[in-house]
């Protein structure tokens, strides 16, 4: 299968890789300089657990993909958020009207932009467990295991996803056909919608932010917000259940001690971050049903406030 | 006139201070170990801008205060907020049936808690303008000038009111009698719910936070918030002049490079804030008028929370 990498960052470096292993055509699209240089001179580093993988891959930028290109069977969507619609811009050149797209991103609020782009029978929505890290450009550490759901949004799109999964298991990404992609998609929004802005803004890990006594209650209250707007949209959040993934962050043995993406975004690197996908999307999403979620408003604004207060870039 | 100061921190040995140079009978009350030692020893240090005051006046922590002790006309409250009841407690020995009590606090819900304590015809409010700050136990730093607003909270105690009015304008403290009291009371709860919870939650100064884009937004809700339940108590506040008096403090000029007292006292001395005064006093009253107060409650959470974090004392 023919597949561009949109968003070559740690994870679409994990993902390019293991399908270009599996003897798929593979390009990465990415906006990083150095990342491009890097892995133009000297090929893409994997640095799995026990082994050391150097793979040729072609890698652009998005301003590169141009008229000669041909199209391609499947985009795989690793942007950040609010890079998605730039970069969807950029690679039209690259999408006919049998590509494929499969999002990968984290967050809210990308069917609408991809929509833009793409016919919705055409489009895959996924999360996936798996993780990846940059040891710096073209060099990916790429340790554990993890796995992928997938699903079409639209029942036309079920015969090529079928493909894909096929593809991406003889990939080893342990790909899981999906019966409701979207509520996984809102279940990893409510862990990242709490855990994300609050330890964020509190400048805590997530055991800290665990042991704290009132946070059943900002969980609870957030994952309120979160349901009452997944509601609305036609989905059945288990409320209880989310609240129980949230709380097993927590152990000091598993992800505890670590600290959100967002965190290491913005108070490590002055990054701004993809709250607007997150608690400001079911914001926004919330005033169009007329549902107040004030949490998630004034938690979308205490991170904007800080990303000025640290003038993110 | 025979005074207490309840609560002689900086601003209790200023009012205390002056009250003693105009020929009051002032004692001290306070529970800070080493400021009654330093007093014992050497005196109240009053540094004003132009020369310095040592006064010998008598210095008890509140459970010295026993039968023995005689009633005084006046206990001037100014505690830190979460100390009040438990000083009135201790104090009782000292208030006889005619004793009056003028309560100086910043915040909110201390008419409640002093009703305990005092018949309500006997509790006069007020609110202060005047800084004062300590080099060390025992040692004021008195710079500036200022007033002080103050009205009986019943119409039976006016004319007691006056007299104190009277006292006070000898001192030169620059007394005001006010017609709402109340009304100043949750003017400045306004600028405290506002500029000290966000300033510490944001860590910034007021300055810094008066540029942030959002800023206006924080305070029109924080404000609106204040002032629904102001309204249920029979206080109409004029939102749009808060938000002036607010926005007047962040000229650098003035007080914009300063941090508010929460920030010192919570994110550079580790110590337990007024919150539940200010902020989680309006969500506590709002919950029993039944009207949603979500950026106050959030708010005093979030400000819990990294007392916690801070294992603030």
Redesign the interface.
């Known amino acids: 299968m023919k597949i561009a990498i949109a968003g070559a960052g740690a994870m679409g470096s994990r993902i390019g890789l293991m399908l270009h292993q599996a003897g798929n055509e593979v390009i990465l699209i990415d906006r990083w300089p150095d990342h491009i240089n890097a892995i133009r001179e000297k090929g893409l580093i994997g640095e799995f657990e026990d082994h050391e993988v150097i793979a040729h891959l072609p890698i652009y930028s998005p301003e590169e993909i141009v008229e000669d290109h041909a199209n391609v069977d499947l985009v795989v969507a690793l942007t950040k958020s609010m890079q998605l619609e730039a970069m969807f811009q950029d690679i039209q050149p690259i999408i006919g009207k049998s590509t494929f797209v499969f999002c990968l991103l984290n967050g809210l609020g990308h069917e609408e932009t991809l929509s833009k782009f793409v016919p919705k029978e055409n489009i895959i929505f996924g999360t996936t467990t798996w993780t990846a890290g940059l040891a710096g450009p073209g060099h990916a550490k790429l340790v554990g295991t993890g796995s992928i759901e997938m699903e079409n949004l639209d029942p036309k799109g079920k015969a090529f996803t079928l493909k894909v999964l096929e593809v991406f298991q003889k990939a080893k990404l342990n790909p899981i056909y999906s019966n409701n992609v979207r509520y996984s998609i809102w279940k990893k929004a409510c862990i990242n919608g709490t855990l994300n802005g609050l330890c964020t ?4 890990n997530i055991a ?1 932010f665990g ?4 946070a059943r ?2 969980i609870e209250t957030i994952v309120g917000e979160f349901a009452a707007v997944a509601k609305a949209e036609g989905i059945e959040l288990n409320q209880a259940q989310v609240i129980q993934a949230i709380e097993a962050t927590y152990d000091v043995k598993t992800q505890g001690l670590h600290f959100p993406s967002m965190y290491q975004d913005l108070i490590r690197n002055h990054r701004k971050t993809e709250i607007d996908y997150i608690n400001g999307a079911v914001w926004q999403k919330g005033k169009n049903y007329q549902i ?1 979620t ?2 998630c408003a ?2 979308t ?2 991170i ?3 990303e ?2 640290l003038n993110a870039k």
Chains 1, 2 share one sequence.
Do not use: G, M, R, T
Not at 211 to 214: F, K, R
């Open positions: 803004i509190l400048d805590c800290e042991s704290l006594s009132v209650n900002f107040d004030p949490y004034f938690l604004q205490l904007h406030a800080k000025e207060l």
